[in-house]
């Protein structure tokens, strides 16, 4: 069963049962030409025999094309040629505007070019033929015969606008889709980035809080408010996200811009919150850039904050306080070398193989062709990211 462009299903039967409904775009062209059929009678009410048994088929078609535009403009346009090609004359009020409207239909009725083309052409020859052995001269047959395909490229044009229209209306839609489904890349993104963050240092605050014992916190030296600040402001944002992700990710849009201003800020602003949050759980120590991330593609830069920040978050969550160090090393060529170091227990679990956190990192490494060591030795944690220069990195390429 063919396919409208408005939805509708309407064409030759192929055994489905079609739904009935009114497609509102006919309905002028049907009283129109039923307007000028009643006002030919009124003036001129002249019939032939054969006219008067095919004025009540045309009367009924006419009705019936709102309701199946496809089946009854065919049955139009057939009609047409019945009373051309019929031996006898056949004259009945505007059948002919009748066959006129429905070769305009067809097209867009069907969504082809095609039926209204073939009726179009075969109309044309047989009025040609027709009016000539009526006595009618060449001009004027010829002028006749010509306005069937003229009414079957009107059809044509209303059909490639439906389809303009549905294309942009397509369009339109995809791009919606693809931003919803940025939106929730974002808001993964955030869960993963702040607030699993967050809950970690949380985590950590109170451990270091239990192993102090009570005589530390009641001498004032505990983390009970930071742990209160650092969950409330996590509740908050997880909340204003479920609640409303459209203005939540409107109100985060200066880390999601999408720039290379922004990529950059979004990094440092990553080091710099890991680095106060090390600081206060007593790691000493810092994180360092060597080298510039503009010669870097943003994706390239995005790729390796989200790298700097699972491996800081495993620091705070494995590592014991005492020294750490963490450096991005980026060469002008397109290279990237991170290097992490912290006291880890001695002997004890690290996530260097099966945690979560370094999963991520491999894979996203692996993605920008880069290889991760990662080593436990001593009561030290060594991890070490090694990025190719391609041109999936270099911006300059």
Known sequence: MNVRIDGRQDGPPDGGRARIGVNSRYVPGT????????????LYPSFTPAGLVVFPIYVVLLICLPFSPFRASTALCMVGMACLMLPVRVECPTWYWGVWF????????????????????????????????????????????????????????????????????????????????????????????????????????????????????????????????????????????????????????????????HAHYRLFLVLRRHRERLDRLGFRGGTAVVGTPAVLTVAAVDSITSMSDEILSNIVSHGIPGPYSFVIIISMDGGVHIVSANRAEAGGRTPGERGLGLRLVRRTARTMHGEVAVSSQDGEWTVSVFIPPSRETLLAA
């Not at 030409?33 to 009678?41: D, G, K, N, S, V």
């Open 102 to 261: 429905a070769l305009g239909a067809m097209s867009p009725a069907c969504g082809s070019v095609v039926p209204a083309a073939m009726f179009s052409i075969v109309e044309s020859v047989i009025a040609f033929a027709s009016n000539a052995s009526h006595g009618m001269s060449i001009p004027s047959a010829v002028t006749m015969s010509a306005t069937f395909p003229v009414a079957a490229m009107v059809g044509v044009y209303f059909l490639e606008h439906a389809r303009a229209v549905l294309l942009r209306a397509q369009r339109e839609a995809d791009r919606e889709r693809i931003e919803q489904q940025g939106r929730i890349l974002d808001a993964m993104r955030y869960l993963h980035d702040e607030v699993a963050g967050d809950i970690t240092y949380a985590i950590q605050l109170t451990r270091l809080d239990d192993a102090a014992g009570s005589g530390n916190r009641t001498e004032g030296h505990g983390h009970p408010n930071e742990i209160e600040r650092v969950l409330s402001r996590t509740l908050r944002s997880v909340r204003a996200a479920s609640m409303d992700p459209q203005e939540w990710h409107m109100r985060g849009g200066p880390l999601r811009d999408g720039t290379a201003e």
């Open 31 to 42: 009283v129109a030409c039923l307007t000028l059929a009643a006002a030919e009678l009124a």
